[in-house]
C-alpha cells in the first residue's frame, strides 16, 4: 500500500489539511475544518486528530502507512517544535510536534511557522520550484515571508526569521506606524491596507484626475486596474510600493543571496505588471553578485501552507 | 601524534597562516607570507603549499596527522568551492578546494569567502562563542561581514550572501555613490572613510565649535574622540553612523533573527561606546521578536579569517 503523509495549514479561521502521497508528492485529497479558538484553543489540535483518524479510515489507509504529518503554525516556532505564544489561536507555549505526535500514537511530526511553511511549500512544488535558495515575500492584509536556504526553513533563534514585513522601510517624517508598533515598517506600504492609504494620500496631496476619485470604497485590485489602464495617481502608488518593494528585497539579498524571490498573497494578483515594477526596482538597488535573481509568482495561493506542511515531512 | 590543520587567510598583500591542533582547536603557530599578485596570482597557491610543507617539516608533523587545510578568499565563492572571478588576487574562475587538494597530495581543502570566514570564526571562538546563529558585521575601509546559521556559513547563490555593506541604506537624495557603483548603500556612511566624509559634511554644514575643525587630517578615531569628549558635531555624526547601521541591523533580524550581532573591522575599537548607541537604535527600529538579539564586539581582529578558516575543517 502506498504512503502518505498530512500536510496542515492552521488558520486562525480555518485549519487546512490535506492527504499526500508520499513518493510522487502528489496531493490527493483535502478538507477543512473550522478552527475552534475557544477555551484557550485546546480543541484544536483534538480536532484535527479527529478529522485525520476519519479520514484514514475513509481511505482505508493503515496507521503504518502513515509516515508523519506536517503543521504550518500561525505564529512563531522554534526549531524544535515549540510555539512561542500563539495569540491567533489563544495557545501558550508547548511542544508542538510532541504533543500531536503524542495524541496519534507516535506519528512523526514537523512544526514550522505558517508564512515560513508556505515559502517551503512553494520552493517545493510551487513559484520557486527547482530552486534551493528562495525568499517568499507575501503582500496580503500583512506582510510576510520566509526565507528558504539549502531547502530548508531558516527559523531563527526565536522562529521569527522571514518577518520580511518587519524590515525598517520608510525613512521618512511622514511613515506610518506599523500593527507591530514600529514607524515604516515594510508593511505599512507593502501590504493592501497600506496600498490602499498611501493611494489614498496620494489622492488627497494632488489635484490630478483619476478613476478611484469615483469610487465609493477603493479596492487594491482597483488601484493597479486604474494603474494598467495609465491612471496617473494610481501609477505614482505602484511606483512607490514597488521602489519600497524593489529596495528591501535587494537589502535581503544582500544578507542571504537568493536564487529566487517568489511574490505572493493577494496583492500578487495584479500579476506579472507588478512582478516586473519590483524587479526593475531590485535590479536599481541590488548589489551586482545578487542581481541575477529570477522574481516569480507565487502559484499555490492559499494551498501552499499544506505543501510546505507536507514538504516537512516528505521534501 | 597529534592532528592538526591549517586555516589560511588569503589577503590582497599577505597570506596569513595559522596551523591548529585538530583535539583542542588552538592556534599553536602563525606566519604570513606576501601575496604575490602578478602573473594572474598564479604564485598564491604554490606559495601556500611550499611554506606549508616547510612549517610540517619544521614542525616534524607527517602528512597523515593534517586533517584539512580551510581558505578564506577575498572574493565570491560557490558552495562547492568554485572562485568566481577574485580580482583583489587576479584569479579567474576554478574551483580553488579541488585545485589546492591536489597540490597538496589530496589533503581535504574547504574555501569561503574572506568575509564570510571571518563570521565563522568569531561564531567558533570569538564575541558570538556559544553561539549558532549570528551575524558579523565589519566596519573597516569598507562594510563587509558574514551570515551564520546553525553553525554554518550562509553562502548564497553566488557566494555573495553577508554582503552587508551593500544593503540600500540610505534613501536622501544627497546619499553618496559606493564603490559598487549603487547610491546610499551602508558602505557609503558605515565604512572609515564613509564616517569621515560624512563628519567633514556636518563640519561644513555647521557652524558649531568642535576640536576636529583644528586638525588637518581627521581620522575615525578622532571622530570617536572627540564624541566621547562630547563634542556636538563628532556625537552627530556617532549617532547618525548608528542610526543607520541599528536600522540596517534590524533588517538583518527581520530576515535571518541571529542570537547573536558582533561587530568588528577597525571602526570596532570605538568600543562598547559605539556599540551601545548601535544597540539602542536597533532595539528602537527591530521588530519585537528579533529584539532580544545580543550586542558583542569582535575579538579575534586580523586573526578571525584564519580562525574561521581552521574552523572549515575542525569545527
Known amino acids: 500500500m502506498e504512503k502518505v503523509c498530512f500536510g496542515i495549514d492552521v488558520g486562525g479561521t480555518t485549519v487546512k489539511i490535506g492527504l499526500f502521497t508520499a513518493d510522487d508528492a502528489k496531493l490527493v485529497d483535502s478538507f477543512e475544518i473550522p478552527t475552534r479558538k475557544e477555551d484557550e ?7 484535527i486528530c479527529e478529522s485525520i483518524e476519519a479520514k484514514l479510515v475513509e481511505k482505508k489507509i493503515t496507521r503504518d ?22 495569540v491567533n489561536l489563544g495557545w501558550g507555549m508547548f511542544n508542538v510536534e510532541e504533543k500531536l505526535s503524542q495524541m496519534l500514537g507516535g506519528v512523526k511530526v514537523k512544526a514550522g511557522n505558517d508564512a515560513n511553511v ?82 489614498k494620500k496620494l489622492l488627497a496631496k494632488s489635484s490630478e484626475d483619476s478613476t478611484l476619485r469615483s469610487l465609493e470604497e477603493i479596492t487594491c485590485k482597483d488601484i493597479f486596474d486604474a494603474a494598467k ?12 510600493l514597488s521602489y519600497y518593494l524593489g529596495n528591501a ?33 531590485f535590479s536599481n538597488n541590488a548589489f551586482h553578485a545578487t542581481k541575477n535573481a529570477k522574481f516569480a509568482l507565487a502559484t499555490l495561493g492559499n494551498d501552499a501552507g ?10
Request: net charge negative; charged share 15%.
Open 118 to 199: 508556505a515559502a517551503l511549500g512553494e520552493t517545493w512544488q510551487g513559484g520557486g520550484r527547482g530552486f534551493e535558495d528562495l525568499v517568499l515575500v507575501t503582500l496580503g492584509t500583512g506582510v510576510g515571508g520566509g526565507v528558504i536556504i539549502g531547502g530548508k526553513i531558516v527559523t531563527g533563534s526565536n522562529g521569527a526569521a522571514g518577518e520580511i514585513g518587519h524590515i525598517p522601510a520608510v525613512y521618512d517624517e511622514n511613515a506610518e506606524i506599523c500593527g507591530c508598533g514600529k514607524k515604516g515598517c515594510l508593511e505599512t506600504v507593502g501590504s493592501a491596507t497600506g496600498i490602499v492609504r498611501e493611494t
Open 249 to 281: 528585497i535587494a537589502g535581503i539579498a544582500a544578507v542571504t543571496n537568493p536564487q529566487v524571490i517568489v511574490i505572493g498573497g493577494g496583492v500578487s494578483k495584479a500579476g506579472k505588471f507588478l512582478l516586473d515594477k519590483i524587479e526593475d526596482n
Open 41 to 47: 484553543g485546546s480543541h484544536i489540535l483534538p480536532d
Open 65 to 86: 502507512n502513515l509516515i508523519g504529518v506536517g503543521i504550518g503554525i500561525p505564529g512563531p516556532i522554534t526549531k524544535d517544535g515549540t510555539v512561542l505564544n500563539c
Open 306 to 315: 499544506m505543501y510546505g506542511a507536507a514538504a516537512l515531512i516528505i521534501a
Open 229 to 240: 489602464e495609465g491612471d496617473k495617481i494610481a501609477s505614482e502608488e505602484v511606483d512607490q
